[in-house]
T-cell receptor, first 114, second 115 residues
Framework: KQEVTQIPAALSVPEGENLVLNCSFT??????LQWFRQDPGKGLTSLLL?????REQTSGRLNASLDKSSGRSTLYIAASQPGDSATYLC?????????????FGQGTILTVHP | NAGVMQNPRHLVRRRGQEARLRCSPV?????VYWYRQLPEEGLKFMVY????????ESGMPKERFSAEFPKEGPSILRIQQVVRGDSAAYFC?????????????FGQGTRLTVV
């Protein structure tokens, strides 16, 4: 059974700081991995998707890496801004008979203060 | 191009009533997924549907819960005889296909409160 863990559970940083959010998963036989952000009381916004054959993806100030063999992914946020404050969720996509199912971590609550 | 639309956004039901949650996927998407987010917990997979078919319902409670995605119209998650423990945010996601580079797009969720 796939389990996804995110560390830290919460992070508070001053504006402008570069930061790293961590995600680990127990079963390396993944199909893909997605990072989402969730604002309070809102839905999920997809940030980046990494296919199992890829090592990293970049979008603007965001960079996500994937190391399947060690069961880890990191989300790097450069030059953080108060608008980045949200909960960041890592989700692992399964293939095979479990295709379509995303297993989520508990999330990292990020607060960027001015 | 509208994203995933869920309604209602908020739903209050008394214990024992039925709750019907609707999800209209992104236009052209034929894969729909339902997830539940209980208070203080992460999102948990419930069910995966394609048009008129349930592909994977391994996350659905065995009783009172059902889901459908008819040929025409939105996907429906139905909860019969609701109990307080059903109070949660229910999210629907859709995707266009089955590839590794296929993103899942999520709706805003329906927040169900059972009183």
């Amino acid at each position: 059974k796939q389990e996804v863990t995110q560390i830290p559970a919460a992070l508070s940083v001053p504006e402008g700081e570069n930061l790293v959010l961590n995600c680990s998963f127990t079963d390396s036989a993944i199909y893909n991995l997605q990072w989402f952000r969730q604002d309070p009381g809102k839905g999920l916004t997809s940030l980046l998707l990494i296919q199992s054959s890829q090592r990293e993806q970049t979008s603007g100030r965001l960079n996500a890496s994937l190391d399947k063999s060690s069961g880890r992914s990191t989300l790097y946020i450069a030059a953080s801004q108060p608008g980045d404050s949200a909960t960041y969720l890592c989700a692992v996509g399964a293939g095979g008979t479990s295709y379509g199912k995303l297993t989520f971590g508990q999330g990292t609550i990020l607060t960027v203060h001015p | 191009n509208a994203g995933v639309m869920q309604n209602p956004r908020h739903l209050v039901r008394r214990r024992g009533q039925e709750a019907r949650l609707r999800c209209s996927p992104v236009k052209g998407h034929s894969h729909v997924y339902w997830y539940r987010q209980l208070p203080e917990e992460g999102l948990k997979f419930m069910v995966y549907l394609q048009k008129e078919n349930i592909i994977d319902e391994s996350g659905m409670p065995k009783e009172r819960f059902s889901a459908e995605f008819p040929k025409e119209g939105p996907s429906i998650l139905r909860i019969q005889q609701v109990v307080r423990g059903d109070s949660a945010a229910y999210f629907c996601a859709s995707s266009p296909g089955a590839g590794q580079n296929t993103e899942a797009f999520f709706g805003q969720g329906t927040r169900l409160t059972v009183v």
